[in-house]
Nanobody
Framework: VQLQASGGGLVQAGGSLRLACAAS??????????MAWFRQATGKEREFVAA????????YHADAVKGRFTISRDKAKRTVYLQMNSLKPEDTAVYYC??????????????????WGEGTQVTVSS
């Protein structure tokens, strides 16, 4: 199972970026997997950003990004996206995508996710 994240970069405060995470090698149908984005700033713990549940693609967003970030998924492309608008310098971090079969009520914990992609750096300048 592999997750390949892309789309990071350098952007000014107030700008937008869209991250993508392409999944491959899953043994079950992609629609049975929940997907998530986490981020980790230098010197800080990895924190939950957003998740897309496998049932009805219900979405969940951290309070810090609610109203600015949106997670979505394209089942045909086996890809999950993170649209990030109104970016702030405090959004600067390495962003990671993750997947798990089905769902966990502990979705905001990194330990609930079984597969991780390599991170993509997002830097927001002031």
């Amino acid at each position: 199972v592999q997750l390949q994240a892309s789309g990071g970069g350098l952007v000014q405060a107030g700008g937008s970026l869209r991250l993508a995470c392409a999944a491959s090698g899953h043994t079950a149908d992609f629609s049975e997997y929940s997907m998530a984005w986490f981020r980790q700033a230098t010197g800080k713990e990895r924190e939950f950003v957003a998740a897309s549940r496998q049932i009805n693609s219900a979405t969940y967003h951290a309070d810090a990004v609610k109203g600015r970030f949106t997670i979505s998924r394209d089942k045909a492309k086996r890809t999950v996206y993170l649209q990030m608008n109104s970016l702030k310098p405090e959004d600067t971090a390495v962003y990671y995508c993750a997947s798990r079969l089905y769902w966990s009520v502990a979705y905001a914990s990194s330990r609930a996710w079984s597969t991780w992609g390599e991170g993509t750096q997002v830097t927001v300048s002031s």
